[in-house]
């Protein structure tokens, strides 16, 4: 099977692209999706035929519908091909993928490399309808207390939502600071290179009082974090 897809890869691309109905059958036709489809996915994203867009679309949703049967690195390649495409068609189940591996504050995030790849390809297409996951998944990691090991997370997230509509999501994200609470959230406005998250930064600090051991501790492990991202 190895030879087999060794010889499928060294086809020209336009070898290739003529085998692209076949591709998609075999997806379409196909009820778990695992590492042995990396392969193709990648050449579908070679390709860059947007007909390979509803197969890829398959994958990401069958990834949300069966969370526990996938494999999450096949989910990041079809995320980042979608992305790569760059068709309006996938946001809604990119949307959805973005939500179940998201978690909550009882379950931390699913994959942290599937949904940073999930994000940017949100990012990349940029219809105004990834909005309300992407905040979605701001705010989830905001009021929780293991959002900076997800630091990457963050990043992404501040690139996609300003790459869609910076102003629109400024607005909404200052709508949604608290002070005491948003720690992701202040991380995100720092990665979108956002100047207003400085006056965001002094409140954050005088929240909790320069006497806060709290505070003291806050400041210590997110100040940096937030010029440093300010600075890139």
């Not at 060794?6 to 778990?32: G, M, N, T, Y």
């Amino acid at each position: 099977m190895d030879a087999a897809w060794k010889f499928i890869e060294s086809l020209p691309a336009k070898a290739q692209r003529a085998c692209l109905p076949i591709w998609v059958e075999c997806i379409q036709h196909s009820d778990c999706y695992t590492a042995d489809y990396d392969r193709l996915i990648r050449i579908l994203d070679d390709i860059g035929d947007r007909r390979a867009v509803p197969p890829l679309v398959h994958i990401v949703t069958w990834t949300y519908q069966n969370p526990d049967r996938c494999d999450y690195d096949t989910t990041r390649l079809a995320a980042k091909a979608l992305g790569n495409l760059g068709d309006a068609r996938a946001v809604d189940s990119l949307g959805m993928l973005l939500t179940s591996l998201t978690g909550d504050e009882s379950r931390p995030p699913r994959e942290s490399d599937a949904l940073v790849s999930t994000i940017e390809a949100l990012g990349k297409i940029g219809d105004r309808k990834a909005l309300e996951p992407l905040l979605k998944c701001v705010m989830a990691f905001s009021n929780a207390d293991w959002f900076v090991r997800y630091e990457p997370v963050m990043k992404q997230l501040g690139h996609a939502l300003f790459e869609i509509d910076s102003k629109r999501a400024m607005v909404l994200l200052k709508t949604k600071y608290q002070p005491k609470e948003s720690h992701g959230l202040l991380l995100t406005l720092a990665y979108a290179h956002q100047s207003d998250v400085v006056p965001l930064l002094v409140r954050r600090i005088s929240a909790y009082g320069e006497d806060s051991s709290e505070g003291v501790s806050w400041f210590s492990g997110n100040w940096n974090s937030a010029w440093s991202a300010l600075a890139s």
